[in-house]
Antibody, heavy 115, light 112 residues
Framework: EVQVVESGGGLVQPGGSLTLSCAVSGFTFSTYWMNWVRQAPGKGLEWVANINPDGSERRSVDSVKGRISISRDNAKNLVYLQMNSLRGEDTAVYYC????????WGQGTLVTVSS | DVVLTQSPLSLPVTLGQSASISCRSSQRLISSDGNTFFHWFQQRPGQSPRRLIHSISHRDSGVPDRFSGSGSGTDFTLKISRVEAEDVGVYYCMQHTYWPHTFGQGTKLEIK
């Protein structure tokens, strides 16, 4: 059975930091591009960052560049999203997405940036 | 960034009738290798999104054949024939020919 499970969300103050984790099982993790996609409350979908199968290529959107970074551990089937200098506009449900011939989405983890 | 513009943004449909969603891209989405990385997603209320259609017109596994995708260049269409109650939700087009990957604004399908 395929599982994609995000964790690490919560309430954080503006300027604070948070690390999201995504644990996967049931498919060959090391062959998939891994992605983080977010959805602000009541809004649409926004691609945040992605990383290629061996971790040598990472990309993030301009609105988070320098503050948010993606990484992965293929030995542990984990992908991370390190988020620093968080702002109110980063408040969203963050989804982990495995992209391949088949897509696998997690259930999402809510990050709330507020004082 | 590539802007994807969907229409309509709200789509009331009678059960059993057909529905169509348009997505227009600000740039042609054909890549240097000739592929067009354009897809459709469905997000049912309270659920994570799921991909319905990849590469313009190929249904993902488990997607009913009531869903079909078409188009080329900058204009793409998702058609849903014989709409059922389980089709309620928001539909997004998405491209990953260019970075950053981008989604359309979403089209909310509801039953009349």
């Amino acid at each position: 059975e395929v599982q994609v499970v995000e964790s690490g969300g919560g309430l954080v103050q503006p300027g604070g930091s948070l690390t999201l984790s995504c644990a996967v099982s049931g498919f060959t993790f090391s062959t998939y591009w891994m992605n983080w996609v977010r959805q602000a409350p009541g809004k649409g979908l926004e691609w945040v960052a992605n990383i290629n199968p061996d971790g040598s290529e990472r990309r993030s959107v301009d609105s988070v560049k320098g503050r948010i970074s993606i990484s992965r551990d293929n030995a542990k089937n984990l992908v991370y999203l390190q988020m620093n200098s968080l702002r109110g506009e980063d408040t969203a449900v963050y989804y982990c997405l495995a992209w391949g011939d088949v897509n696998y989405w997690g259930q999402g983890t809510l990050v709330t940036v507020s004082s | 960034d590539v802007v994807l513009t969907q229409s309509p943004l709200s789509l009331p449909v009678t059960l059993g009738q057909s529905a169509s969603i348009s997505c227009r891209s600000s740039q042609r989405l054909i890549s240097s290798d000739g592929n067009t990385f354009f897809h459709w997603f469905q997000q049912r209320p309270g659920q994570s999104p799921r991909r319905l259609i990849h590469s313009i017109s190929h249904r993902d596994s488990g997607v009913p054949d009531r869903f079909s995708g078409s188009g080329s260049g900058t204009d793409f269409t998702l058609k849903i024939s014989r709409v059922e109650a389980e089709d309620v939700g928001v539909y997004y087009c998405m491209q990953h020919t260019y970075w950053p990957h981008t989604f359309g604004q979403g089209t909310k399908l509801e039953i009349k």
